[in-house]
């Protein structure tokens, strides 16, 4: 199963920041999402695949018409939290704060309620009953937000949260901790080392951000050199390793991995 999703924020939006920079300066910073979406929404178009895009209520909020945009081709929407904080670390009410925020932006522009939620950084530990909990209370039975090492037997993993039950379908890292089916990892990883990943592992959950498939990302000093460098590795060729693979392996979105997993246990 490979699940594909996309986290839509733009090049600066990046929770390991978020301690030290207020988001306010996002708004004078050029920003590059639309053109940057508008090409994976070409690939996706000409692929004739569907995904699960996780919009940041930030970038709703400043660019609704994108996000009218990966709805009106059939795509998913989920919630991708306001702020892009990392979730584990917010207090309670300011994570839901944060929710309703990004939710309410993404139901007014698409006129839908959203049912899906991925934490920046896939941030949430299963520990955080707390936060299902509330993700629950407000709507969202299905989860992307937890990582997990190693050869993960039981997917999607059931949380039952107070209000609903919430099935969790986590980032499964390599037993050495690479995230290696999307961002940064994928880029960096040596090919030879990702097809043979992509051959051995039956689950997967492709992420990947607008800015993996930015031939120009901007070099900024809000970051890291390690990050500027991390930002910028093989943004050339991303979209042609992602297009090679969505072309010989079937993928779902996110709904349709839930379709899958109901239908098997009623079969």
């Known amino acids: 199963m490979n699940i594909l999703t996309f986290d839509i924020e733009d090049w600066f939006h990046t929770h390991e920041n978020r301690k030290y920079l207020s988001g306010q300066i996002w708004k004078d910073l050029p920003a590059r999402i639309e ?3 508008d090409r994976i929404l070409n690939m996706l178009d000409e692929l004739g695949i569907k995904a699960t895009f996780f919009v940041l209520g930030w970038v709703a909020e400043h660019h609704p018409k994108l996000v009218k945009r990966i709805q009106s081709k059939g795509h998913e929407i989920g919630a991708h939290s306001h702020w892009h904080h990392n979730a584990h670390l917010l207090r309670p009410e300011d994570f839901e704060t944060d929710l309703v925020m990004c939710l309410s932006q993404l139901t007014d522009i698409t006129g839908e309620p959203v049912k899906a939620y991925r934490a920046p950084g896939f941030s949430l530990r299963l520990k955080d009953q707390w936060a299902f909990d509330i993700l629950a209370a407000h709507g969202i039975t299905v989860d992307s937000s937890v990582q997990l090492r190693g050869n993960f037997k039981s997917i999607p993993v059931i949380i039952e949260a107070v209000d609903n039950q919430i099935l969790e379908f986590p980032l499964v890292k390599t037993p050495l901790s690479f995230p ?31 800015r993996d498939f930015d031939p120009d990302n901007p070099y900024s000093n809000i970051f890291s050199l390690f990050r500027n460098k991390l930002n910028s590795i093989n943004t050339k060729v991303c979209m042609n390793r992602l297009r090679h693979i969505l072309f010989n392996q079937p993928s779902c979105t996110m709904g349709q991995a839930v379709e899958h997993y109901i239908n098997s246990n009623n079969s």
């Not at 080392?193 to 959950?205: A, C, D, I, S």
């Open 35 to 37: 053109p940057n979406t």
């Open 180 to 210: 290696y089916s999307g961002g940064g990892y994928f880029r960096a990883m040596p090919k030879p080392l990702l097809n043979y990943y992509f051959k051995e592992e039956k689950y997967r959950l492709l992420y990947f951000h607008p």
